[in-house]
């Protein structure tokens, strides 16, 4: 069957062709491996005779060489039989034809071309990172950062910074370092000394597979337990109850308030409910109704007058009753019941690495720091207030966790390109964050050192089309020589996503959840909210589309409510930029018909 392969240097060109001339190259490539190829011609005057062109449109061209072995020689067939090509350029039909009598022998065909590798340029000093495995990339911290990570801090430290300034790879080498640390000064004392924490299990899940190539000695290894936040709440909790606790999500425990709400005749929504009981009452530990009444509700814009405050307090109180009865738990309620353990039972850990710090809730803070002793080096928080995708705000200092002086603000990328970085920045808007220790945190001055393509975004008439363009996509990426498992592909939701797996695997490309482990050769593919944290060379997002995003259940899920309709809009634009800015080499947006509100001002 005959093959269209790339030359490492087309994927760049190709994401400067127009549109159109895009559609008809990869019409072309698909024809090719389904062995209903164009008939190439040969090029009179050509400097290598192997050289052919192969009509992609009326008035353009591309420039194809045979490939060949690696001894130079070329594969059985001949240029003019059954033979793989590889695609050099696509250009206009009389440019074409002078690119490809200019070609010189065993130029295009030969070494030049062996190694399709699409790696972004950047510093010297990252030069070996970048040519090499990307699983090595994966744990490679930046020179200048080694000192953050091995430095000893009389108390809590924060690091802050932008997507790829590397604090997820800063938090791995940190929690390493404490653990070896903590075998030299108590080697006798061989237990779980060290929490790292994060927010979502694939993060962890990651994680735990880093710090086993970190840390190869067993016994430094197994100082260290990696978790995510309600993990480390459920295990609490679960070991003083001697029973597991369930969790619901805040979706559903909205939903579920909003229909008891109804049936009671009340003038407050379901979702208004379960934000006044996150955000404030579990937020501020408040435990008596003239506490709630007196205390300032700040970051909720809604007015509520003493008398409407008793009616809350009652209701929520209700409610929560209620959730007791059937062993419900929300993420923030279990974690404040874990905290109330831990301040009675005693700290679990000398050390704690908390990632992704900026999601976490007051309540889960203060299982944290019920879970440390205060002391030298007790808790390391690092995070990106701009990458924020819950209603979580928090002041660090209210919480008895004070980093003043031994905080740090991250201003130089490394892990993404700054083509990247550039068309991600406006999906957030101008609104700046609000940091963990009270400051407006904006990333204004933050820049990349790595440089490549810019940013594909592909618009398409239906769903079909935009499947068939994707399938088109990640087969440009794997022949440029992307290992599978190093591409990434998410939508908004299942639906999407179910599409997405059942269009690669038609195509004979192997997929994988986003949460599966490392060492399975597949693409993976998940939701927007899976990629969070994680890292790939390449990430594909489908079903940008305004339909879809902000998605319809989002918008209604804030019943009317403006403030929680504000939230909900800045979730779904940090949850996209946050997708976005999981690729380090290129990134490829579609959507059909109208493309999504969240990144239109940058079309």
Not at 7 to 30: G, I, K
Not at 535 to 558: N, T, W
Request: hydrophobic content about 40%.
């Amino acid at each position: 069957m005959s093959a269209l392969a790339i030359a490492p240097t087309f994927l760049s060109d190709f994401t400067r062709l127009t549109p159109d001339v895009q559609l008809e190259t990869l019409a072309v490539m698909r024809a090719y491996q389904a062995g209903d190829r164009p008939e190439p011609e040969s090029v009179e005057g050509a400097a290598d005779p192997r050289v052919r062109v192969v009509r992609i449109s009326p008035d353009w061209s591309g420039v194809i060489v045979p490939v060949s072995d690696p001894d130079g020689e070329e594969r059985p067939g001949g240029p003019t039989e059954d033979a793989h090509y590889r695609l050099v350029t696509v250009r206009p039909r009389d440019e074409a034809l002078r690119f490809a009598r200019d070609l010189r022998p065993r130029t295009p065909a030969g070494a030049a071309l062996a190694v399709p590798d699409p790696t972004p340029t950047g510093p010297p000093e990252l030069a070996d990172a970048l040519s090499g495995p990307f699983d090595r990339w994966r744990l490679t911290l930046h020179p200048d950062q080694h000192r953050i990570t091995e430095a000893r801090y009389n108390g809590s430290a924060q690091i802050t910074g932008g997507p790829g300034t590397g604090k997820t790879v800063i938090a791995l080498h940190r929690a390493a370092h404490l653990a070896e640390h903590d075998a030299a000064v108590h080697p006798g004392d061989v237990r779980e000394s060290v929490l790292l924490t994060t927010y979502n299990r694939a993060l962890a899940q990651s994680l735990s597979e880093r710090l086993d190539r970190l840390l190869p000695d067993p016994g430094v290894r197994a100082r260290v337990r990696v978790a995510t936040i309600d993990g480390l709440a459920h295990a609490v909790v679960q070991s003083h109850a001697g029973m597991a606790p369930r969790l619901i999500g805040k979706d559903e425990l909205a939903r579920r308030w909003r229909a008891v709400a109804v049936a009671d005749g009340l003038a407050f929504s379901g979702r208004f409910l379960v934000d006044e009981w996150e955000q404030v009452i579990l937020a501020k530990g408040l435990e008596l109704l003239p506490q709630y009444i007196r205390c300032e509700r700040s970051g909720r814009i809604q007015h509520l007058a003493p008398e409407h405050r008793r009616q809350v307090w009652e209701t929520v109180r209700r409610y929560v009753g209620a959730m007791r009865v059937e062993g419900l738990w929300s993420s923030p309620q279990l974690a404040d019941e874990a905290a109330r353990i831990l301040g009675r039972g005693g700290p679990l850990f000398r050390h704690a690495v908390i990632d992704e710090a900026q999601d976490l809730h007051p309540t889960q803070w203060r299982m944290l720091r019920a879970a440390v002793p205060e002391g030298p080096d007790d808790l390391f928080i690092v995070g990106d207030p701009n990458q924020r995708v819950s209603d979580n705000r928090v002041s660090l200092a209210s919480l008895g966790i004070s980093v003043r002086g031994r905080s740090r603000r991250l201003r130089v990328g490394y892990r993404i390109t700054q083509e990247i970085l550039d068309w991600s920045m406006p999906v957030l808007g101008r609104r700046a964050s609000l940091g963990m220790d009270d400051d407006a945190d904006t990333l204004a001055g933050y820049r990349s050192l790595l440089r490549g393509p810019a940013p594909v975004v592909r618009a398409c008439e239906n769903r079909a089309e935009e499947l068939t363009a994707l399938g088109d996509w990640v087969r440009v990426w794997l022949e440029a020589g992307v290992d599978p498992a190093e591409i990434a592909v998410a939508g908004r939701n299942q639906w999407v996503v179910r599409g997405i797996a059942k269009e690669l695997e038609a195509r004979d490309i192997p997929t994988a959840r986003l949460d599966d482990g490392g060492g399975i050769r597949a693409v993976r593919t998940g939701t927007l909210h899976g990629l969070k944290g994680q890292e790939f060379r390449c990430v594909a997002l489908v079903g940008v589309s305004d339909h879809l995003l902000p998605p319809k259940a989002a918008i209604e899920a804030a019943d009317g409510d403006q403030v929680a309709l504000e939230h909900a809009l800045r979730r779904e634009r940090t949850l996209l930029f946050v997708a976005c800015t999981r690729a380090r080499d290129a990134l490829y947006v579609s959507y059909v018909g109208r493309a999504s509100r969240l990144i239109a001002g940058g079309l």
